[in-house]
Nanobody, 127 residues
């Protein structure tokens, strides 16, 4: 049984930083899966935030490029998101998700293709 758990959210002022962590359990040592960060603000659709693609490169939604950095520890099945220079518009519930049997690719922003989701962690940025 796969479980995905996020941690690290909180409230900060604009310009501040937060680090989110995601831990996925239930995968075998040689499992293939994609792991990505999403967020959803009130009244808005869920959007892909960041991912590490199958070739090892990182991909980000345009609004966070240059401010967020994603990192992964394959041995621990963890995915971290370092968020710097936070803006009020970054306020959202942040989710980690996994998609079984595939490496992350150009499709990574499609939330419908993910099998497992964490419960989310709230990030609130005040101006």
């Amino acid at each position: 049984q796969v479980q995905v758990v996020e941690s690290g959210g909180g409230s900060v002022q604009a310009g501040g930083s937060l680090r989110l962590s995601c831990a996925a359990s239930g995968y075998h040592a040689y499992s293939t899966y994609c792991m990505a960060w999403f967020r959803q603000a009130p009244g808005k659709e869920r959007e892909g935030v960041a991912v590490i693609l199958g070739d090892g490169s990182s991909a980000y939604t345009d609004t966070v490029k240059g401010r967020f950095a994603i990192s992964k520890d394959n041995a621990k099945n963890t995915l971290d998101l370092q968020m710097n220079s936070l803006k009020p518009e970054d306020t959202a519930m942040y989710y980690c998700a996994t998609s079984n049997g595939v490496r992350c690719g150009p499709w990574w922003m499609n939330s419908a293709l993910y099998n497992y989701w964490g419960q989310g962690t709230q990030v609130t940025v005040s101006s």
